[in-house]
């Protein structure tokens, strides 16, 4: 048999489990041939059922090992998961794995990615108990299961779909480096923010006309933000937001940069609309200007993480927050046309209560007793497209 060694890396979606279920919860395999020993052009077929990826079947196997943190020894203990059985899981049955043969980008490009979910029901997810600290790993050199897993061939052009057959030689999977783990922390439940109404349109006069800027002909934009629930909700506008974002492999997904510092559409000092909107070509739905990303973040020294009051702003029950934003330069040097004008979602940092409560008590940050990075972010989006009809780089 044939063995086949494999580049694997492990991490956990979220940095919680949330024993309620509100908030999915994945394990996230990346795993990568790249090998010098491997020169076998195909594509590698593995086999999920009774592998590495199959989370339950892999404890019970020790083809991974779930470790419990002891806050008072900090010291991890092997949790003995017992047999657990075959998975229930609903997870894809196969996962490729491309060739190195001929690769030029990084490896960590090439990951083939997997998430296998933790239902908050499962017999699994019965050792997890609420504040205790958890870590999924595996080994370098393991077996990484997935019995059957062979080489596919590479798609026919003359077969119905270009579908690969499959070689009859069964291969060995065994990890060559085993990079990260999946660390996590138990809790009964998490606080989610009240729902909100977000609307975006053309800024219009009283009367319903169009209006313009006092400087020119400047294209102005009406964000306004509804707070439908019964409480105070505060929330981060611009600096370094701290909240729970989704990660891959080995780091925070793209669209959820951590700590995202760029202002939000509705921060009064600098709204920053290429931060948050997009422009796109109504007659081909393509985006032609996209949003600006967020730079690379510096190494900060250790300061207090509590947001400062001036980054934050309090959206009262029924009292519409209303923002106007000149989105002008979004539109200067574009070709003649009809374009679209989309928000981005971005989320934000947020706690009940209000900033006057909070300056009441004396500090300039937010009480202590309010602040937590272990939240969900509140997500400013809006559904909203303005169409503009742009003629010389201007909205008419």
């Given at each position: 048999m044939a063995e086949v060694k494999i580049h694997t890396v492990i991490n956990s979606r979220y940095q919680v489990f949330d024993r309620s279920g509100s908030l999915p919860f994945s394990i996230v395999?990346?795993?990568?041939?790249?090998?010098?020993?491997?020169?076998?052009?195909?594509?590698?077929?593995?086999?999920?059922?009774?592998?590495?990826?199959?989370?339950?079947y892999a404890l019970s196997h020790k083809l991974l090992i779930l470790r419990e943190h002891d806050t008072e020894s900090k010291r991890e203990t092997e949790v003995d998961v017992g047999q657990l059985g075959e998975s229930d899981s609903e997870e894809q049955s196969e996962l490729l794995l491309p060739s190195p043969v001929g690769r030029t980008e990084n490896w960590k490009k090439s990951l083939s990615k997997y998430q296998y979910h933790i239902n908050p029901s499962s017999k699994l997810a019965s050792f997890f108990k609420p504040g205790k600290k958890y870590a999924i790993s595996n080994k370098a050199g393991g077996d990484l299961g997935g019995k059957g897993s062979t080489y596919a061939e590479q798609a026919d052009p003359?077969?119905?779909?270009?579908?690969?057959?499959?070689?009859?030689?069964?291969?060995k999977l065994v990890s060559s480096r085993a990079d990260g783990r999946a660390s996590f922390t138990v809790v009964p439940s998490l606080p989610w923010p009240p729902k909100v109404q977000t609307r975006m349109q053309r800024c219009r006069s009283e009367g319903g006309d169009i209006t313009d800027d006092d400087k020119g002909n400047a294209t102005l934009l009406e964000i306004t933000v509804l707070n439908t629930g019964n409480e105070a909700i505060t929330v981060q506008t611009r600096g370094r937001q701290r909240f729970l974002v989704p990660r891959g492999p080995m780091e925070a997904e793209e669209d959820f940069p951590p700590e995202d510092p760029r202002p939000r559409i509705i921060d009064t000092k600098t709204p920053a609309p290429a931060a948050s909107i997009q422009v796109v070509d109504t007659a081909t739905g393509t985006t032609v200007r996209g949003t600006t990303k967020p730079g690379v973040c510096g190494l900060y020294q250790k300061h207090d993480p509590r947001p400062k009051l001036e980054l934050l702003v309090t959206l009262k029950p029924g009292e519409p927050l209303i923002r106007h934003v000149d989105v002008s330069r979004l539109l200067a040097d574009l070709p003649d046309g009809s374009y679209g004008l989309r928000m981005e979602p971005r989320g934000m940092w947020w706690c009940i209560g209000s900033c006057e409560d909070f300056k009441?008590?004396?500090?300039?940050?937010?009480?202590?007793?309010?602040?937590?990075?272990?939240?969900?972010?509140?997500?400013?989006?809006?559904?909203?497209?303005?169409?503009?009809q742009v003629e010389n780089g201007v909205a008419s």
């Open positions: 395999f990346g795993l990568c041939r790249r090998s010098s020993e491997d020169t076998d052009p195909r594509p590698l077929r593995l086999n999920t059922a009774k592998s590495i990826l199959d989370v339950p003359k077969k119905e779909q270009g579908k690969p057959s499959t070689s009859s030689e069964n291969l009441a008590e004396g500090e300039d940050r937010v009480p202590y007793h309010l602040y937590s990075a272990i939240i969900p972010p509140f997500m400013l989006e809006c559904e909203d497209v303005v169409e503009l």
